[in-house]
């Protein structure tokens, strides 16, 4: 730890320290650009709006950990829920003086519970508009990554043909349901290989994949990386971030459900949104943090 303790800091590869953040969003805008970081906000040395806003807006990739004010309680206190509602993070730590960067670290490779519903609240946050009905279909094919490997099983699962699925995903500027599938089965491998020390073959066999070789090159294809990347850069938002940006590079992501019905941009920054704000109705999409 910084002999100097600011609000906010880096956590970043190897984790082994925390970096003080002193110099504002532009810096914040930076730290977005190192795969597997997370921003650690102390919220007993400051919460002012100022904080709270900046970190609304933080880049899309950038995970958040929370540690909270001395005996606080997030249900408790209407302040501190707010904020931390608002700020959407990866996890909320007890107080402690000098969070532990080891202990931080354990946080970030922790796999979400619900992969399918941290997914969906990742597209609200990043502002991907999208109606309730197709962010619950979006939802059950990441939820049904976990046991089934094609489209056609996900499809019947949901009642649907192929055929429709693909339309209701494509017509709403959306990526094809085969790379829901594919991303959230490889979101699955990295969180698996960062909290074990199994090989990548066998983690690829676990999760049907029939070797390493395949879940290599399709998380290079998807991701952008290799799974030693994966595994030893932390957390899953980095990931996804990844893949959605280059789905929006090729044009297979442009969200067309606006508030004005017009078609939104492929790119922009985070948009404000409370953390759980039921249907997934922002009209603001990806673009590059600069």
Not at 19 to 39: D, F, I, K
Not at 73 to 96: C, N, Q
Not at 189 to 205: E, F
Not at 233 to 256: F, H, Q
């Amino acid at each position: 730890m910084p002999d100097t303790l600011t609000p906010l800091s880096l956590l970043t590869h190897p984790y082994t320290a925390l970096r003080p953040l002193t110099q504002g969003p532009g810096e914040l805008r930076q730290c977005g650009r190192e795969p597997g970081s997370a921003v650690v906000w102390s919220m007993a040395i400051g919460r002012r709006p100022a904080t709270v806003e900046m970190l609304m807006e933080r880049p899309g990739g950038l995970a958040l950990l929370v540690v909270l004010p001395a005996g606080s309680e997030v249900g408790l206190d209407p302040e501190v829920m707010s904020a931390v509602d608002r700020t959407r993070p990866h996890g909320i730590l007890p107080y402690h003086p000098r969070p532990d960067p080891a202990g931080l670290a354990q946080v970030l490779r922790r796999p979400p519970a619900d992969l399918g519903g941290e997914v969906t609240d990742y597209l609200n946050w990043r502002g991907i508009g999208v109606d309730r009905e197709t962010a619950h279909v979006i939802r059950r094919i990441i939820d049904l990554s976990r046991e089934l490997r094609s489209v056609s099983a996900v499809s019947r699962s949901l009642y649907l043909s192929r055929r429709a699925l693909g339309r209701r995903l494509m017509s709403r500027g959306l990526p094809v349901p085969s790379h829901w599938l594919q991303a959230a089965r490889l979101l699955r491998v990295a969180t698996r290989l960062q909290n074990s020390d199994a090989t990548v073959s066998s983690v690829a066999v676990d999760v049907g994949y029939p070797d390493g070789f395949s879940v290599s090159n399709q998380m290079e294809r998807l991701f952008g990386c290799r799974p030693t990347e994966a595994r030893e850069r932390l957390g899953w938002e980095w990931l996804l971030e990844a893949w959605l940006r280059r789905e929006a590079d090729v044009g297979a992501l442009a969200p067309v459900l606006t508030r004005s019905g017009s078609l939104a941009p492929n790119l922009r920054e985070p948009r404000r949104s409370a953390r759980r704000a039921g249907a997934v109705t922002g009209h603001r999409a990806l673009r590059e943090s600069a």
